[in-house]
């Protein structure tokens, strides 16, 4: 069963665990494991597959992921630095959309489960809703949960059995076929939102969200401010402001600075024997008291203890070493620690 621990999603687990992160490379790529807190350690507990989305919904569909494990009697609960977007995620108990929330989510894993999802892009779920965008309030309490809304009521009467198929084949390892099922039922959805005249604007609004996301990311950087990417996409500041309040429900600089923690904790991952205060400052940070306040906003624990815990489990779990969700944990080398050895 897979519920929440406090507020969260496992939106952020976007890729197979195939390699070690210490084999990946640049943070945000194709192989990246952006979002996930312990990348290494992660892949004892459970298994993750991501699909691109098909051409017809890749606008509106970040990509599809599904997750998968079998823990018997034990639990575990992985936290994720979420993004601002929402999951449409069909489990055993339903199919929902969930929104993310500021600080650190969590997931409580436990017994024999599946989940099967599509990560929408950040302001794609205020086209398909006509307007809502499950966001949070920023002041939001540590422990609130994210807002969530019956997939029906936005992908139409049909969407709880193809929820109920999609987990069914995730249950059984058919990934692909699980994929197919969301897929099929968004692109009905966004279909029909193409055609319709009260969503101009919000599509409007989602063409300058991605471009300023991806602006920010591949050409002027997280560290730049708000006027710098406003500046580089020919907009006014405000004229960007208000198209990510009515499409992701947060401003611009909170999106920026929620991409400075993910690329932070990634190369963490990667290398987490760096200097903070280096690392700090190659993702756009000036002063190390803002990083490490954001750091622990995020994932729940500073800067050094992440990078200890994920040098404990690269020792445990590197190179080599493959990890069958939920374990034990496969090993080419040594005897194999268990799940159980990431908790000390």
Not at 3 to 21: C, E, H, I, K
Not at 84 to 112: I, K, Q
Not at 182 to 205: E, P
Not at 300 to 319: I, N
């Amino acid at each position: 069963m897979l519920v929440w621990a406090r507020p969260g999603s496992l939106a952020g687990m976007r890729q197979v665990f195939d390699d070690a992160p210490a084999s990946r490379g640049t943070p945000g790529g194709a192989h990246s494991t952006d979002g996930i807190v312990d990348p290494t350690g992660a892949r004892a507990w459970f298994t993750l597959d991501r699909r691109a989305p098909s051409a017809d919904v890749a606008d509106v569909v970040a990509w599809y992921w599904v997750s998968h494990w079998n823990l018997g009697d034990r639990a575990h609960v992985q936290p994720v630095i979420a993004h601002p977007v929402v999951n449409v995620v069909a489990e055993p108990h339903g199919f929902a959309a969930h929104g993310f929330v500021p600080t650190v989510d969590e997931r409580r894993l436990t017994g024999h489960g599946v989940a099967v999802a599509a990560m929408l892009r950040p302001g794609a779920f205020a086209v398909l809703s006509g307007g809502e965008t499950l966001a949070p309030g920023l002041r939001a309490p540590s422990g609130a949960e994210p807002r969530t809304m019956p997939a029906s009521a936005v992908l139409g009467p049909s969407a709880d059995a193809v929820g109920a198929a999609a987990v069914e084949d995730g249950l059984a390892s058919r990934v692909d076929d699980a994929v197919a099922h969301l897929d099929g039922l968004l692109r009905s959805a966004v279909a029909a939102r193409r055609s319709a005249a009260g969503a101009r604007r919000a599509w409007r609004d989602l063409e300058l969200v991605t471009a300023a996301v991806a602006a920010a990311r591949d050409v002027v950087g997280p560290g730049e401010t708000v006027d710098v990417l406003a500046r580089h996409l020919a907009v006014s500041v405000r004229g960007l402001q208000r198209a990510f309040e009515r499409a992701v429900g947060v401003g611009p600089k909170w999106v920026l600075q929620r991409q400075r923690v993910h690329r932070a904790a990634e190369l963490l991952a990667i290398d987490p024997g760096q200097d903070l205060a280096a690392l700090a400052e190659s993702v756009g940070y000036y002063d190390q008291a803002h990083f490490t306040r954001d750091f622990v906003t995020a994932t729940g624990t500073t800067p050094g203890v992440y990078a200890r815990r994920c040098a404990a489990s690269l020792a445990l779990l590197g190179p080599g070493r493959v990890a069958d969700g939920g374990g034990p944990v496969r090993t080419t080398a040594a005897a194999a620690p268990t799940p159980r050895d990431l908790l000390g």
